[in-house]
């Protein structure tokens, strides 16, 4: 396992309250990236495969669209790997990550049933990906967040009445148990250790104060995680991880963040038709 002294030393301390950053993602990839081993290298790339998967749902739209540059991929080799998975051909996996193109191979041959979601399809394909990672820490962050994110929208669904199933994304047992069962706790009160806490914070009715809450237990158990992992590549992740909860918050102050979930619940309701008496 490689160490990073020099790199881990030389990182700034972060927090969560944090309001102005001398660094940023897009400066780790282009500054620290180079340095890393090249195996450590396909651990981060599992980081910013989150950018490529918003710039390849641009492009299955339009081959034209801006994208993010803080991907894996320029948009001229995503529109070639798109070309070629179109006409029946195979990309390497080599080259490109197996489950875009999975993806894009069943976006172009599968019809879309009434209510679905390629986002859904494309973030199940993507955590069952990166969960097979064979270093602990970064298989475990990603089965955290699939495991929070969906019991945040079982929540949701069972206090607006909606059926919960078809809005669980992927295929662990905490999938399924959360698709099947009517208990109080989805039968996890012992599976999610932190189960309750998520419960009381998905009560929060400040939109802005939950994700902030949401946020402060990703960052929690990240740091508990690595607690003794000082100069390895999960420190450099959970630096990543950390840096990008930060970015997001200082590019959000608390009005226009308010209007901007306030617009999603909005057009969530308009989507689903909740019933009126709980809008």
Do not use: H
Not at 84 to 90: A, C, M
Not at 210 to 238: N, P
């Amino acid at each position: 396992m490689s160490k990073y002294y020099y790199l881990v030393a030389g990182l700034p301390e972060l927090t969560l309250e944090d309001s102005k950053l001398s660094y940023t993602v897009a400066d780790f990839k282009t500054e620290l990236y180079p340095a890393l081993s090249e195996d450590d290298k396909k651990l981060i790339d599992l980081f910013y495969l989150k950018f490529d998967n918003a710039n390849v749902l641009k492009l299955l739209k339009d081959k034209d669209a801006a994208i993010d540059p803080r991907g894996n991929y320029s948009s001229e080799e995503l529109v070639e790997y798109i070309s070629q998975l179109k006409d029946g051909d195979e990309v390497s996996d080599s080259v490109f990550p197996s489950y875009l193109s999975t993806f894009i191979s069943e976006y172009f041959s599968l019809p879309a049933e009434d209510g679905f979601l390629y986002e859904d399809r494309l973030a199940a394909l993507y955590y069952a990906y990166a969960m097979e990672s064979r270093n602990q820490f970064v298989s475990s962050w990603f089965g955290f967040n699939l495991t929070l994110n969906n019991i945040l929208v079982a929540l949701t669904a069972r206090k607006f009445k909606l059926d919960i199933a078809p809005l669980i994304v992927g295929d662990t047992e905490v999938c399924e148990a959360l698709r099947t069962s009517n208990a109080r706790d989805f039968g996890l009160g012992t599976e999610v250790d932190y189960l309750e806490q998520l419960v009381k914070i998905s009560e929060t009715e400040e939109l802005v104060d939950r994700e902030k809450k949401l946020d402060q237990l990703r960052w929690d158990w990240m740091e508990e995680a690595t607690f003794f992992d000082y100069f390895t590549v999960e420190r450099l992740f959970v630096f990543l991880l950390q840096l990008e909860m930060i970015e997001r918050w200082i590019s959000l102050d608390k009005e226009k963040g308010n209007q901007l979930f306030r617009s999603i619940i909005a057009a969530l309701k308009d989507e689903v038709q909740i019933p009126a008496e709980f809008r």
